[in-house]
């Protein structure tokens, strides 16, 4: 064997060796628990999780995109449902970066449960109002035509916003309500009312104005009974408290409330 035919030989060990080392490495890579995420703007990405109320789902994705286009490798995601629900799902350890919920009794629970990072700020209130579809077939005029036999009424579940707002509206005019439906979301109470599952349904003067021609909207005096303000805050223990803080200032200044407001929301 000559000398460069036995250095070839050498060199193709050496890359064998390289090689089953190389795949060790990706094989053990693959199997780990954990991986470095990075920092923005390395490659990777980071995720602020915001949970909210199901009312707020439009202008918050609107304000979701306004954040991630002024933070480089930041996403935001969210969920939104019933402000009840996301509290009992933080509290049994969801990892959420910010809570704002629909009304104060719901922060309430989360505060008492010593998860909130921050006090609560309020950032927007809302109002009720009855939905019925397009057309109201079912002549609906006022509150009062809510408690009669022949109309199908849904309305949200006490322990959801939308519903203890309903309890303080039917405690108000001394109207008893008897609900085919109580639903965990006003979001729900608003699709069954635009798909003409129901006659009529209690929810707010946003939600009316995000469904367009799907429903009509009628205004009832008692609605002054039962305003819901809505409460902001971090989480304790939230992989971004910082970035959860800066998102909540961005609710807070003129374009969030702008976004809010085009949406019917009030300002505060």
């Known amino acids: 064997m000559s000398a460069g035919s036995g250095i070839t030989s050498r060199r193709g060990l050496f890359a064998a060796a390289g090689a089953a080392l190389l795949a060790s490495a990706t094989a053990c890579s693959g199997a780990g628990d954990t991986q470095d995420l990075g920092e923005p703007g390395d490659g990777q990405q980071t995720t602020l999780m915001v949970f909210a109320a199901a009312s707020l789902q439009d202008p918050f994705e609107e304000i979701g995109a306004e954040f991630e286009a002024a933070h480089e490798g930041v996403g935001v995601d969210f969920s939104f449902t019933g402000s009840s629900g996301l509290v009992t799902q933080i509290q049994e350890g ?31 209130s809302n109002t009720l109002m009855i939905a019925v579809p397009a057309g109201n077939p079912a002549a609906v005029t006022d509150l009062a035509s809510l408690t009669e036999e022949d109309v199908a009424l849904v309305l949200c579940a006490p322990e959801v916003p939308c519903g203890a707002a309903t309890q303080e509206v039917a405690s108000a005019s001394g109207l008893g309500f008897d609900p085919v439906s109580q639903e965990q979301s006003v979001t729900d109470v608003l699709g069954k009312v635009s798909t003409g599952e129901a006659d009529a349904g209690l929810v707010y003067v946003t939600d009316v104005q995000k469904a367009g021609e799907a429903v009509e909207g009628i205004e009832f005096p008692e609605a002054v009974d039962a305003v819901n303000t809505y409460p902001i805050t971090t989480v304790r223990g939230a992989d971004n408290a910082a970035l959860g803080q800066e998102f909540i200032d961005l609710v807070l200044d003129e374009t969030g409330q702008d976004i809010l407001s085009a949406h019917g929301f009030m300002r505060l």
């Open 94 to 124: 969801a990892p959420a970066d910010v809570f704002a919920s629909a009304d104060t009794a719901n922060m309430d629970k989360l505060v008492d449960s010593e998860l909130s990072a921050a006090d609560p700020v309020a950032f927007t």
